[in-house]
């Protein structure tokens, strides 16, 4: 049985359909990717498994257990996590409070953040694992807000790892970054993926080809293709789009 699996999902707003019977199942250990043209549900998609948004109809699994619906917070608390397109950061905290915040004990706790860490010595020495994980040693005193946008990418999979999630979903990691900041990136999500199940949309095609172990393809709201990269190089449809000669 897949890790997580979603069956049947149909979304529609108003009168517009985005989603129309999708079905995706990504198994543990493996780093899944969602590719599409721009447009295409992809990032619909990644909210309704997420539980941003409630499906119309369908099931989404995690582990056996059904979590259609349930509200982020509670995906959270079963071991799901994600980073966002648009980054979510405390830009005045710096980056071991913002990853502090996001500890499971914190969260628990819900005291404030600066003296939970400062008097905590075990909150602060997780805190900086988690930030030398993510390549962002020395860096943990720095306000977020003064991080490069590359470092800024960094910490919010950082802050995403902090909940210990048993399943991170990955959105849009390389958008804004230039080539050496997605060639570092590259490196850590590579080194992420030997402990942690990923799911990850992107739309650079050589970045997730050089990463991902098995690719959906989403477009006009439905799954038209799915395999290894090497199987999708060879797939018709998308050797004749554009998406095939950017994979």
């Known amino acids: 049985m897949a890790l997580f699996e979603a069956r049947s999902l149909h979304k529609r707003f108003g009168d517009q359909v985005v989603l129309e019977e999708i079905n995706l199942?990504?198994?543990?250990?493996?780093?899944s990717g969602i590719m599409g043209p721009n447009g295409a549900g992809k990032t619909t998609c990644f909210n309704v498994?997420?539980?941003?948004?409630?499906?119309n109809r369908g099931t989404v699994t995690f582990d056996g257990q059904d979590i259609t619906g349930l509200?982020?917070?509670?995906?959270?608390?079963?071991?799901?996590s994600r980073s966002f397109q648009i980054m979510n950061l405390f830009d005045e905290y710096c980056a071991l409070d913002n990853v502090a915040i996001a500890l499971p004990e914190v969260r628990a706790r819900g005291f404030a953040v600066t003296h939970a860490i400062d008097a905590n010595t075990e909150i602060r020495d997780r805190a900086a694992s988690i930030l030398e994980r993510v390549g962002l040693r020395g860096r943990e005193r720095v306000n977020a807000r003064s991080l490069s946008y590359g470092e800024r990418r960094a910490l919010e999979i950082g802050v995403a790892l902090a909940t210990e999630p048993r399943l991170l979903f990955v959105d849009e990691p390389t958008a804004g970054l230039g080539t050496s900041a997605t060639a570092r990136l590259a490196e850590l999500i590579q080194e992420l993926k030997r402990n942690t199940t990923i799911v990850m949309i992107e739309h650079d095609m050589r970045f997730l080809f050089g990463l991902a172990d098995r690719i959906s393809v989403i477009h006009w709201g439905q799954v038209i293709a799915e395999g290894t990269p090497d199987e999708l190089r060879e797939n018709p449809w998308v050797q004749r789009s554009n998406l095939g000669a950017l994979a």
């Open 25 to 31: 199942s990504f198994e543990a250990g493996q780093l």
């Open 49 to 55: 498994l997420t539980g941003r948004y409630k499906p």
């Open 71 to 80: 509200a982020p917070h509670r995906i959270v608390a079963r071991g799901i």
